[in-house]
C-alpha cells in the first residue's frame, strides 16, 4: 500500500523560488510505486493550498504554483482532519518559516512524521550566531565575526564599525543572520561598502553577521542520519563570482564543483570529523550539508551547516550523496525511512511516560 507523502513548497521566506526549484526536482526523484505524492503550496502571502495527488513529475515550476479552490476547506484544515493528514511530510522549505524550526514545530504539535532537522536544530542551524556559539562550544574553529540588531546600529552605529574595523579586516563578507542560499549577502572591501552591505542585510533581518574574509578553498559535506550519521564523499566549490552567491548557486551555472574534493587523507579526516561533531551538537536529525574553510596551510576552519540543503540539479547534496553511491530516489527513500525511524523512537518516549 502507498504511503501518502506531504510535499511542503514554497513558503513566505524570500527564499520562495528556490523551494519551488527544489520541488519540482523532487517530484523527478520520488518512486511514484511506493508514494502517494500529495503537493502542498504555500503561497507568498502564507496561504496553505493542498493539490490532488501527483500522477508524476512536475514539468515546470508553474504547475507546482497550486490555485485556491473556494469550494474546498484551506489546506490547514485539511491538514488537521485526520482523513486528510499525509502519512508523512517531506518540508522542502527554505530560509524563514520553513527550515528555522517554525514548520517543524507544526508538524510536532500534529504528530506526523516529517524529513529533517527538528525544532532546536532546525532554529538553532538558521540563526547563524547561535550557530556559531554552539561550534565554538565544542571547539570547532571558525573565522572571526562580530555580530550585532538593527536597533543596535541605529543607535550606535560608529561604534560598531569601530569594531568591525578594528576586530576584523577587509574583506569582510556581511550576512543575514537568518537567510540561506547567499540571500542578502555583500562582500565589503572597503568603509563604504561595508555600510552598504550592513544596510542591504538589514532588509532581510534584525540580526547581522559580518564575517572576516580568507583566502581559502571553499569544501563542503553532507550528513546522512539520525544517532549515527555518516558523510558523503567531499566537494569542492570553485566559483566564478567573488563569492558563492545566490545567482552561481540556482541560476547561471558558472561554478565549477570538485566531487570529489582534491584533499589529502588528513584533511578529509578532519572534515568528517567536524561535519559530525556539528551535526551532533545541534542534535540534528536526517541530513544536514555542512561547509567548510580549508586554508593554504591545511588548516579547517567550519563556515556553516544548512539543515535543509536544497535539492535542485545543481545542488550539492543529492551530488555528493550520488557520487558517493546513494542514487538521487535512494536518497529520498532513505530520508524518509530516517524520519519514520525518528518518530517511532517518540512514540516509544510518549508510551513510556503514559
Known sequence: MKRKLGLVYGGKSAEHEVSLSTARAVTHAIDYRKYEVIPVYITYEGEWRKGEALAGPAETIEELRLTRDESKPDSIQDFLNNNGTPDIILPLLHGTNGEDGTVQGFFEVMNIPYVGNGVLASSAGMDKVVMKQLFAHVGLKQ????????????????????????????????????????????????????????????????????????????????????????????????????????????????????????????????????????????????????????????????????????????????????????????????????????????????????
Not at 572534515?271 to 561547509?291: H, N, P, S
Not at 539543515?307 to 558517493?324: E, R, V
Open 143 to 354: 573565522v572571526p565575526y562580530v555580530h550585532f540588531i538593527r536597533t543596535q546600529w541605529q543607535k550606535d552605529r560608529q561604534l560598531l564599525i569601530d569594531k568591525m574595523e578594528q576586530e576584523l579586516s577587509f574583506p569582510m563578507f556581511v550576512k543575514p543572520a537568518n537567510l540561506g542560499s547567499s540571500v542578502g549577502i555583500s562582500k565589503a572591501v572597503d568603509h563604504d561598502s561595508l555600510i552598504k552591505a550592513v544596510d542591504f542585510a538589514l532588509k532581510f533581518d534584525r540580526k547581522i553577521i559580518v564575517e572576516q574574509g580568507i583566502t581559502a578553498r571553499e569544501v563542503e559535506v553532507s550528513v546522512l542520519g539520525n544517532d549515527e550519521p555518516s558523510c558523503s564523499v567531499l566537494g569542492e566549490i570553485k566559483p566564478v563570482a567573488a563569492f558563492y552567491d545566490y545567482e552561481a548557486k540556482y541560476q547561471d551555472g558558472s561554478t565549477e564543483l570538485l566531487i570529489p574534493a582534491p584533499v589529502t587523507d588528513d584533511v578529509e579526516k578532519t572534515l568528517k570529523e567536524m561535519a559530525i561533531r556539528a551535526f551532533k551538537v545541534l542534535d540534528c536529525a536526517g541530513l544536514v550539508r555542512a561547509d567548510f574553510f580549508v586554508t593554504e596551510q591545511n588548516e579547517v576552519l567550519i563556515n556553516e551547516v544548512n539543515t535543509m540543503p536544497g535539492f535542485t540539479p545543481t545542488s550539492m547534496f543529492p551530488l555528493l550523496w550520488q557520487h558517493s553511491g546513494l542514487s538521487y530516489p535512494e536518497l529520498i527513500n532513505r530520508l524518509i525511512e530516517l524520519a519514520i525511524e525518528r518518530h517511532e523512537e517518540k512514540k516509544k518516549i510518549q508510551y513510556t511516560m503514559d
